[in-house]
T-cell receptor
Framework: DAGVTQSPTHLIKTRGQHVTLRCSPISGHKSVSWYQQVLGQGPQFIFQ???????GRGNFPDRFSARQFPNYSSELNVNALLLGDSALYLCASSLAGYEQYFGPGTRLTVT | QKEVEQNSGPLSVPEGAIASLNCTYSDRGSQSFFWYRQYSGKSPELIMF????GDKEDGRFTAQLNKASQYVSLLIRDSQPSDSATYLC??????????FGSGTKLNVKP
């Protein structure tokens, strides 16, 4: 069975630009969560979606938004990029939101 | 105070020994606890989860939970060089938030 997939793998953007990251969960999983991980730290929770509804939100500014589609895939959008947004963005898939399985991540570099 | 605290390490153990990794958390209402392994340059991999006080064993791994002390631990028996990685503790919090510690780096020496 395919695991969690994320696209793109790497991305380079300029300050002030907008970015969209995509995630497809494990087949049968209805929940997707997004995390930001900077080097040397653990993942920081951004959002959790379950059955297309936002179920949890971390302490991130409104520049960060997400949505989940009817096929349970998800997008994370970040507006007005800052240098500090450079990080590994991880998507995690779960049946109902608890045991989460991570995708390979998208490495975002903001210059 | 961070929601989840872990000793950053590195924790060095010889091959074949027991590695003991510890984690404390601040939210007494937390109900779900997870251990992830992360190799350098890779994404985290779920290795254990525990919801009830006590021990839970899976192969060489044992997770231990003590809600009264707000303490979670992971024991790795017969440690192998391939176990060398960063181990992340994660806890669920209010409003379906999840909190990760910064991880403990484990080195298993052949």
């Amino acid at each position: 069975d395919a695991g969690v997939t994320q696209s793109p793998t790497h991305l380079i953007k300029t300050r002030g630009q907008h970015v969209t990251l995509r995630c497809s969960p494990i087949s049968g999983h209805k929940s997707v969560s997004w995390y930001q991980q900077v080097l040397g730290q653990g993942p920081q929770f951004i959002f959790q979606y379950y059955e297309k509804e936002e179920r949890g939100r971390g302490n991130f500014p409104d520049r960060f938004s997400a949505r989940q589609f009817p096929n349970y895939s998800s997008e994370l959008n970040v507006n007005a990029l800052l240098l500090g947004d450079s990080a590994l963005y991880l998507c995690a898939s779960s049946l109902a939101g608890y045991e989460q399985y991570f995708g390979p991540g998208t490495r975002l570099t903001v210059t | 105070q961070k929601e989840v605290e872990q000793n950053s390490g590195p924790l060095s153990v010889p091959e074949g020994a027991i590695a003991s990794l510890n984690c404390t958390y601040s939210d007494r209402g937390s109900q779900s606890f997870f251990w992830y392994r992360q190799y350098s340059g890779k994404s985290p991999e779920l290795i254990m989860f525990i919801y009830s006080n006590g021990d839970k064993e899976d192969g060489r791994f044992t997770a231990q939970l003590n809600k009264a002390s707000q303490y979670v631990s992971l024991l790795i028996r017969d440690s192998q060089p391939s176990d060398s990685a960063t181990y992340l503790c994660a806890v669920n919090g209010d409003f379906n938030k999840f909190y990760f510690g910064s991880g403990t780096k484990l080195n298993v020496k052949p």
